[in-house]
């Protein structure tokens, strides 16, 4: 095992085994100041829009419309559970389906509701590494590159809506090119550095598209949930930076930092200025439904073990020497 290897797993451990009073508080002091950032980006968001606005529209809202849009955002995390295998088969790693859903719901609900312990990627680390004694530089790779597709699919679709606003005044072959230019060095920086992680890239970047394009379509049916009869494409796009902007974890679960955004776009893109505010409200609640189904695993994590026998590592992989 590479000291990479020893260091990306010992960071784990140290997270799940027993703690210090010293981490103990590390971890405390990290939460508070997660829950202090969203509250004061909260606190400003509703100093300009009016708190009483955003809870008429979610209490007025179609939930016809909003359960499709929770329904819509579930596709997603399926679909992104499969992304996640595709890169997951680079390296020979052949999940069970089945247990890589449960797996990821239950990273989806460390991610989102546990801001100050392991995160649900140092979760998967662990497990895979002390299940399938898989290097865990490998493991933390893969899961990068997961992410990255993400990154991916969310500049791609960004592309496609700026040419559908015309506030934004500029020819659409310079951030059509600019993608494109992008995207031949990420794809030639990754063959050339990380060659194995590139034998599923183009089919995991495919499913980052479909993953994005049910969120998107999320976001559309919430808007239908408000009858809402506008220019789509302002608040598709805004909702797109959003996500782009909680890439840094400084909020529970992007709460604030979304609405945030979409306040602040407001000034750039005609938009409602409560439903700007109501709309990254609603995702993060849709958010917080789904994820919240990972705790089953928590509270049974026999269940989650079911599958695990089925994994499959090539010989060659799993073989490899330390």
Known sequence: MTDIDKSIIEEVEDEIQPKTLKQKLWNITKTLLKFAVTTVLLYFVFRRVPFADVKYRMLHANYWWMLAALVCFFISMVISASRLSSFFKSINLRLDPKFNFRLYLLGLFYNFLLPGGIGGDG????????????????????????????LWAIGLITVVLIFMIPQIDIHIG???GIFAVASAV?????????????????????????????????????????????????YLLSFLISALATIIPISIGGAGIRETVFT??????????????????????????????????VIRPSRLQEGLPKGEIAEDDSNEKE
Not at 136 to 150: H, M, P, Q, T, W
Request: charged letters at 15%; a positive charge.
């Open 123 to 150: 979760y998967k680390i662990y497990i895979l590494n002390k299940t399938y004694k898989l290097p865990g530089r490998k493991v933390f790779f893969a899961i990068l590159f997961d992410r990255l597709s993400g």
């Open 264 to 297: 602040q776009l407001t000034k750039v893109f005609p938009m409602d200025s409560t439903l700007a505010v109501f709309l990254p409200g609603s995702f993060y609640v849709i958010s917080l439904l789904v994820a919240l189904l990972g705790i089953y695993y």
């Open 174 to 176: 310079i951030p059509l």
């Open 186 to 234: 990420y794809y030639f920086v990754a063959y050339k550095f990380f060659r194995e992680y590139t034998r599923y890239f183009f089919a995991g970047h495919a499913k980052a598209v479909i993953v994005q394009g049910f969120q998107v379509l999320s976001i559309v049916f919430i808007l239908l949930g408000q009858d809402f009869a506008g220019k789509f494409s302002p």
